[in-house]
């Protein structure tokens, strides 16, 4: 049976008829997630060197504010970037992530790109990407549940689909899904080259174009939910530790605050059905989860419709900010 776009009371019922779910509790969730700890993009903070002091402090405002909200959250860590930091800095700022109600997962050894990577490389990468983060974790009482790996790349062939999900199985990981991208890494781009550049103003226009684009996007990716499973599953945000969300996290979190969202774990928001039949489409990009349970269902969507981030935003500063 192949769901067709419709709108209203019968969209829903169509649709979950085809899907054979139904809607999870009332009221809307997100779980709050950041991919490339200790920090991404590490070069561009030095040309020389990575600068250990200004990566604690993207950390330590970072944590500040999901405390201040209660923001449970989880930090996807790159096994690498802890070693070029220096462990002992690094270390120490990983244990921070496992107070109050936050948590660590695996990005990989090296962030390298799976699409490019057969099975015997990808078990190195998900095997060696948990030296540091594997003893913290268990340090904090906790277990090593979650993997995403780098640009949500998961398999462009069935056979490399079905080989990492027995990866994962063997090493007892879950895939970690993401259903609301913002495109952070455009307006970081710019965002630092405005603060290299000492243009202040400029950072700040910048930043504020991004929230602008972000809360767009929540409410992009919430009506697409909707159109594809019929209701708002719970949310996975996808951040990265990098130097715009860490000035701008108090108000991306208050964005979700208006919007009527609380704050859950990654693991409360994947017990949702949605995310308990796993995705068989298969590509080499890595499209949010929504774009892919449409596929999996057959529910017609037009991606065209998603905004892109301000043009004038990724040419920064060819064109100065508007």
């Given at each position: 049976?192949?769901?067709?776009?419709?709108?209203?009371?019968?969209?829903?019922?169509?649709?979950?008829?085809?899907?054979?779910?139904?809607?999870?509790?009332?009221?809307?969730?997100?779980?709050?997630?950041?991919?490339?700890?200790?920090?991404?993009?590490?070069?561009?903070?030095?040309?020389?060197?990575?600068?250990?002091?200004?990566?604690?402090?993207?950390?330590?405002?970072?944590?500040?504010?999901?405390?201040?909200?209660?923001?449970?959250?989880?930090?996807?860590?790159?096994?690498?970037?802890?070693?070029?930091?220096?462990?002992?800095?690094?270390?120490?700022?990983?244990?921070?992530?496992?107070?109050?109600?936050?948590?660590?997962?695996?990005?990989?050894?090296?962030?390298?790109?799976?699409?490019?990577?057969?099975?015997?490389?990808?078990?190195?990468?998900?095997?060696?990407?948990?030296?540091?983060?594997?003893?913290?974790?268990?340090?904090?009482?906790?277990?090593?549940?979650?993997?995403?790996?780098?640009?949500?790349?998961?398999?462009?062939?069935?056979?490399?689909?079905?080989?990492?999900?027995?990866?994962?199985?063997?090493?007892?990981?879950?895939?970690?899904?993401?259903?609301?991208?913002?495109?952070?890494?455009?307006?970081?781009?710019?965002?630092?080259?405005?603060?290299?550049?000492?243009?202040?103003?400029?950072?700040?226009?910048?930043?504020?174009?991004?929230?602008?684009?972000t809360s767009l996007q929540i409410d992009y990716y919430a009506g697409l939910s909707r159109q594809v499973l019929g209701y708002e599953p719970p949310q996975v945000m996808?951040?990265?530790?990098?130097?715009?969300?860490?000035?701008?996290?108090?108000?991306i979190l208050s964005l979700f605050e208006r919007k009527n969202y609380r704050f859950v774990t990654l693991t409360e928001a994947q017990a949702d059905p949605a995310y308990?039949?796993?995705?068989?489409?298969?590509?080499?990009?890595?499209?949010?989860?929504?774009?892919?349970?449409?596929?999996?269902?057959?529910?017609?969507?037009?991606?065209?419709?998603?905004?892109?981030?301000?043009?004038?935003?990724?040419?920064?500063?060819?064109?100065?900010?508007?």
């Amino acid at each position: 049976m192949r769901c067709a776009v419709a709108g209203g009371l019968l969209a829903a019922l169509l649709i979950l008829a085809c899907t054979g779910f139904a809607p999870a509790q009332a009221g809307k969730s997100v779980a709050i997630t950041f991919d490339d700890l200790p920090v991404a993009n590490a070069g561009e903070i030095s040309q020389e060197r990575l600068v250990p002091s200004e990566i604690a402090r993207l950390n330590s405002s970072t944590l500040a504010a999901l405390r201040r909200h209660r923001a449970p959250a989880i930090g996807f860590v790159v096994e690498a970037t802890v070693l070029a930091m220096g462990k002992p800095e690094a270390k120490s700022i990983l244990a921070a992530w496992t107070r109050d109600g936050l948590s660590l997962g695996n990005h990989s050894y090296s962030h390298a790109d799976t699409n490019g990577l057969d099975l015997a490389g990808i078990e190195a990468e998900i095997e060696r990407g948990e030296a540091t983060i594997r003893p913290v974790m268990a340090e904090a009482g906790q277990k090593l549940r979650f993997m995403r790996f780098p640009m949500n790349h998961t398999g462009d062939t069935p056979e490399k689909r079905d080989g990492i999900a027995a990866l994962l199985a063997g090493r007892g990981y879950e895939l970690a899904a993401s259903t609301i991208d913002n495109s952070d890494y455009v307006f970081e781009q710019a965002y630092g080259r405005a603060l290299a550049a000492g243009a202040r103003d400029d950072a700040g226009k910048i930043r504020a174009a991004y929230l602008d684009f972000t809360s767009l996007q929540i409410d992009y990716y919430a009506g697409l939910s909707r159109q594809v499973l019929g209701y708002e599953p719970p949310q996975v945000m996808l951040l990265h530790l990098n130097r715009i969300n860490a000035d701008a996290i108090d108000e991306i979190l208050s964005l979700f605050e208006r919007k009527n969202y609380r704050f859950v774990t990654l693991t409360e928001a994947q017990a949702d059905p949605a995310y308990r039949q796993p995705v068989r489409f298969v590509t080499r990009f890595g499209p949010m989860w929504a774009y892919r349970w449409a596929r999996d269902r057959n529910v017609v969507v037009d991606g065209r419709l998603e905004q892109e981030p301000p043009q004038w935003v990724a040419d920064y500063p060819s064109k100065q900010a508007k």
